[in-house]
């Protein structure tokens, strides 16, 4: 896919049929936020709320995730949220391969327009198809920076697992710091 303008990335993502997520979908959750963001979140898809509303992290986890940036000092606006996938995958399960390999150029592209500094994968499904496939589980490289293509990466834990398991919110947080400290130190 070559690189697209904003408005056509939307429009071809709101009308896409690559997949068969595209037929059980309400909405499609293209992603939002700040344009020329240094930071980018990614998550791995849409939930009930984020396809009903048809924007992502708006449910439960996505209030959580606003908490944690106003803990270190950002606001939901000043960055760019995305998903691997911009279809909910029925029942909140994770996106096969294929689902994700079809929606990859459109994140792609959103990176391409948004052109963060940092990307900051939340849950194992984006640190697998933005940092390295390799890994299963999000534990080994929680919370370390990567260089990818001129961009710094990292993975920590999705806010849907911490709103399973809040015992987690500690290490993200101090993630969410490093974010904020690395943010601060780029031009």
Same mark, same amino acid.
């Given at each position: 896919?070559?690189?697209?303008?904003?408005?056509?990335?939307?429009?071809?993502?709101?009308?896409?049929?690559?997949?068969?997520? *595209?037929?059980? @979908?309400?909405? +499609?959750?293209?992603?939002?936020?700040? =344009?020329?963001?240094?930071? &980018?979140?990614? /998550?791995?898809?849409?939930?009930?709320?984020?396809? *009903?509303?048809? @924007?992502?992290? +708006?449910?439960?986890?996505?209030?959580? =995730?606003?908490?944690?940036? &106003?803990?270190? /000092?950002?606001?939901?606006?000043?960055?760019?949220? *995305?998903?691997?996938?911009?279809?909910?995958?029925?029942?909140?399960?994770?996106?096969?391969?294929?689902?994700?390999?079809?929606?990859?150029?459109?994140?792609?592209?959103?990176? *391409?327009?948004?052109?963060?500094?940092?990307?900051?994968?939340?849950?194992?499904?984006?640190?697998?198809?933005?940092?390295?496939?390799?890994?299963?589980?999000?534990?080994?490289?929680?919370?370390?920076?990567?260089?990818?293509?001129?961009?710094?990466?990292?993975?920590?834990?999705?806010?849907?697992?911490?709103?399973?398991?809040?015992?987690?919110?500690?290490?993200?947080?101090?993630?969410?710091?490093?974010?904020?400290?690395?943010?601060?130190?780029?031009?």
């Amino acid at each position: 896919m070559s690189l697209m303008n904003l408005k056509d990335l939307i429009d071809t993502c709101m009308s896409c049929q690559k997949c068969d997520l *595209a037929s059980s @979908r309400k909405n +499609v959750a293209f992603g939002e936020g700040n =344009l020329r963001a240094k930071i &980018m979140l990614i /998550g791995e898809g849409p939930g009930a709320q984020e396809d *009903a509303q048809g @924007r992502p992290f +708006v449910g439960r986890a996505g209030k959580l =995730l606003d908490k944690m940036l &106003m803990e270190v /000092g950002l606001k939901r606006e000043e960055v760019y949220i *995305a998903n691997v996938v911009k279809c909910r995958p029925p029942g909140n399960r994770v996106p096969s391969q294929q689902e994700a390999d079809d929606c990859l150029p459109y994140l792609r592209n959103q990176v *391409a327009i948004v052109r963060p500094r940092i990307i900051v994968c939340l849950g194992a499904t984006a640190m697998n198809y933005c940092i390295d496939r390799s890994y299963k589980a999000i534990g080994p490289i929680r919370g370390k920076w990567f260089d990818r293509k001129g961009y710094k990466l990292m993975a920590t834990y999705h806010p849907a697992a911490l709103l399973r398991d809040p015992k987690k919110l500690d290490v993200v947080m101090e993630d969410f710091r490093s974010m904020k400290n690395l943010s601060d130190s780029i031009e």
